[in-house]
């Protein structure tokens, strides 16, 4: 039970009747036994000299990408969903590894694993899709916009009291935060979406907690003023092809307000019928195609007459329309519900093309004319919800995917983190940027 000779007290007790009697005594007194052993402290390596063993849940983008520890390739202990649980002995350098990516290395030591969860996403080797970096912004990024020169970056906070403001430096390629908007006298979260008026040189952001539009200065960056809606929780702002009239969604009333956008005056709210999103207008202004979230459907509002003229269900059973692009006679759809990317005749409503891309796709953006590489259609998938709160990271990371836009045909896939959510092109085309919403974050590709 006890081994004496490993212990310096034995060896002077030479009288055997004590020998005899020692591992009671060490029963009832056991400190005597601890103070001639002492434990290594917690987070020190043990006696032998071995470091302490390394315990992660992994979630990663590839989700079969290899563990490589050492050069050996390492099993999970368990597996929890779409989590893998390792248990790394030792020290060393560990390798992320998928066919096709870059892979990640770390040293045992320099892993960033927070509240015993590693989270790791490799970025393809040959694609055109480049990432430049990642930079921090306000809690719940809701969307993305850039100035029209590019120079600078608007990124509306859900879960905050304004709207973060980066700076484009092109000697790096890389984005410098500048500062953060806010209404003089507000302390209401909730901006959402945002519209760059480049005649008249302001930046108008919804804030769908106040039933306002508030408008800054696209230069200065100074606060104007805010608007009432008249609607409740607004949310996508778009401007009619002349610029005269700014309509807004509003998510909970049913109903687009309509200002016009030199006096700021609200001249009228157009029933929707349903829960409205995203808009576009005809080239003539005469058209505003809305997306309907409650099915898949696009209310087509005459903006003379104020009224819905026509309707666009674009398939049986339920859907969940929300974001709409005009492009050449054609209506570029995402379907939140089912994941898809359509392509409507602007015309008659007829679908041309339908691609299931991936789970929860929301924002898509389109390619400026004359970009590099053709028109190409971009679309965020923010990845499978967590199944108990929607707002908490899911089983796995969104993504955002570049297809043709002809065809919807897949060109290349990125990864992101938790639920990219915000999506925007660079007015040259050059550049793709796009928000993590749970991971109070931004991403910077480069399009070569």
């Not at 608007?227 to 909970?252: E, F, M, R």
């Not at 329309?321 to 379907?335: N, P, Q, W």
């Not at 190409?376 to 919800?385: D, E, I, K, M, V």
């Amino acid at each position: 039970m006890f081994h004496v000779k490993q212990l310096p007290l034995f060896s002077r007790l030479k009288n055997p009747l004590i020998t005899l009697f020692l591992p009671a005594l060490f029963l009832l007194f056991p400190s005597l036994l601890w103070a001639q052993t002492p434990a290594p402290a917690s987070g020190q390596a043990p006696a032998s000299g071995q470091a302490p063993a390394l315990s992660f849940g992994l979630k990663s983008a590839p989700p079969d990408l290899a563990v490589i520890f050492n050069g050996e390739i390492q099993k999970p202990v368990s597996t929890a969903g779409s989590i893998r649980n390792y248990q790394i002995e030792g020290s060393g350098t560990l390798r992320f590894s998928a066919d096709s990516y870059t892979s990640l290395e770390y040293k045992t030591g320099e892993l960033p694993v927070k509240n015993g969860l590693l989270e790791i996403k490799l970025e393809n080797e040959n694609g055109v899709l480049k990432r430049l970096g990642e930079y921090s912004t306000g809690s719940q990024p809701k969307s993305v916009y850039y100035s029209p020169d590019g120079r600078r970056l608007f990124v509306p906070l859900l879960d905050e009291r304004g709207v973060d403001v980066f700076r484009f430096d092109e000697m790096s390629s890389s984005l410098v935060y500048e500062k953060r908007l806010s209404v003089p006298g507000s302390t209401a979260l909730g901006f959402v979406e945002a519209l760059c008026d480049e005649k008249r040189r302001e930046l108008w952001v919804s804030n769908m907690v106040e039933d306002k539009v508030h408008i800054f200065n696209l230069d200065t960056l100074e606060y104007k003023t805010s608007l009432k809606t008249g609607g409740v929780l607004p949310k996508v702002i778009v401007q009619s092809p002349a610029g005269d009239i700014t309509v807004v969604s509003n998510w909970v009333s049913n109903d687009i307000s309509v200002f016009d956008s030199e006096t700021k005056k609200l001249l009228r709210r157009i029933k929707t019928g349903g829960t409205p999103r995203g808009m576009a207008f005809s080239p003539d202004g005469k058209l505003l195609y809305t997306a309907i979230y409650d099915e898949p459907l696009i209310a087509v509002i005459d903006m003379k007459e104020n009224k819905i003229s026509s309707s666009f269900r674009f398939y049986e059973g339920e859907g969940a329309a929300r974001h709409v692009i005009y492009r050449e006679g054609k209506l570029y759809v995402s379907d939140m519900y089912r994941g898809t990317v359509n392509i409507l005749d602007a015309s008659s409503g007829k679908l041309l093309v339908s691609r299931r891309v991936g789970p929860n796709i929301n924002s898509i953006v389109i390619s400026p004319d004359g970009a590099a590489g053709g028109v190409r259609l971009f679309a965020a998938s923010r990845g499978l919800n967590n199944s108990a709160d929607y707002t908490k990271p899911g089983p796995d990371f969104g993504a955002v995917y570049m297809l043709k836009a002809e065809d919807l045909s897949l060109e290349e896939r990125v990864w992101g983190r938790n639920q990219p959510t915000g999506l925007a092109l660079s007015p040259d085309g050059k550049y793709m940027v796009f928000t993590d919403f749970l991971d109070k974050n931004l991403e910077l590709y480069s399009i070569e």
